[in-house]
C-alpha cells in the first residue's frame, strides 16, 4: 500500500501545499497513492502522546511505502524524526521524501537521511517537554559542510581526530569543529544518546507486542522490531 502521510505544520495552507507537492513527486516517480494519512496532532505534541499518528505506524508492514513532502512531518525534533525512521524501516517500509526528492529504504542507511535530520536541530518545546533555562534553538540552516557528512560520520565512527578529518576535507578545522558540536555528531554515535532517545520518544506498545516498533539501531538507520 502507498500511503500519503501530511501534517498541519504552520499556516492555514499547509496541508494544501504539502498534498500539492506529493502529487507532483508521485507522478514523476510514477507512484500510484492508494490511501492518505492526516496527522491532526498539533505540532508540539510530543511523538509518545500522538496516538493516531502511532496506530498507523503499527499498521505498516513489509512493502508499504509512506510519501511525505518534507521531513517536519515525522517529528518535531532530530530524535523523534530518527524514532520514526528506524521505526518505519525496521518494518520494511520504504519513505519518499518529495521536497528533497529522496528514497529512504533498510538498505540506505544513516549517511544520506542524516543531513535532513541534523537540520531540524531543536525546535521551540512547550514547558511540558523542555523546562531548561534559556531561549530554545530554533531550526538549523544548511551548512557547506552537509555534503561532507557521511564522510565525518565514517572519520568519527573510526575514532579519526576532528584535525584528521579536516585535514581529508581539506577544511578548517575550527569551522568543522564547530559544525560537529553544533549538530551533535558525536552524540549520535554515542549510545547514551540513543538510549535517551528511546527513553524519551519511545513508540507506544501496539495491541500485538511484536509490531511495536523501538530505536535500536540508529548508527545503520536499519534496526530489529523488538518485542515487548
Not at 507532483?24 to 492518505?36: D, F, I, P, S
Not at 512531518?73 to 530524535?79: F, H, I, N, R, S
Request: proline fraction near 4%; charged fraction near 30%; glycine fraction near 6%.
Amino acid at each position: 500500500m502507498t500511503y500519503t502521510l501530511i501534517r498541519q505544520l504552520s499556516g492555514d495552507e499547509s496541508l494544501l501545499e504539502q498534498r500539492a507537492a506529493i502529487l507532483g513527486y508521485a507522478k514523476q516517480a510514477g507512484l500510484t497513492l492508494e490511501n492518505e494519512m492526516i496527522d491532526f496532532s498539533p505540532l508540539e505534541r510530543p511523538l509518545k502522546e500522538r496516538g493516531a499518528f502511532q496506530n498507523f505506524l503499527h499498521s505498516l508492514g513489509e512493502g508499504d511505502v509512506i510519501v511525505i513532502d518534507r521531513i517536519e512531518v515525522l517529528g518535531q525534533d532530530m530524535e523523534e524524526a530518527v524514532v520514526v525512521i528506524n521505526c518505519m524501516l525496521s518494518r520494511g517500509v520504504s519513505l519518499h521524501i518529495a521536497s528533497q526528492n529522496l528514497q529512504v529504504e533498510k538498505e540506505t542507511g544513516l549517511a544520506r537521511i542524516l543531513p535532513l535530520i541534523v537540520r531540524l536541530g531543536d525546535r521551540p518545546r512547550t514547558p511540558q517537554r523542555d523546562s531548561r533555562v534559556g531561549r530554545p534553538k530554533g531550526r538549523r540552516s544548511a551548512s557547506k559542510f552537509d555534503v561532507y557528512l557521511p564522510r565525518i560520520m565514517e572519520g568519527l565512527k573510526a575514532d579519526k581526530s576532528v584535525s584528521a578529518i579536516a585535514r581529508e576535507l581539506g577544511v578548517s578545522r575550527s569551522s568543522l569543529k564547530d559544525y560537529i558540536e553544533s549538530r551533535h555528531l558525536k552524540e549520535i554515535l554515542d549510545d547514551s544518546w540513543l538510549e535517551r532517545a528511546k527513553n524519551d520518544h519511545r513508540i507506544a506498545e501496539a495491541s500485538e507486542p511484536e509490531m511495536a516498533c523501538t530505536l535500536s539501531e540508529t548508527a545503520s538507520m536499519a534496526g530489529q522490531t523488538n518485542p515487548h
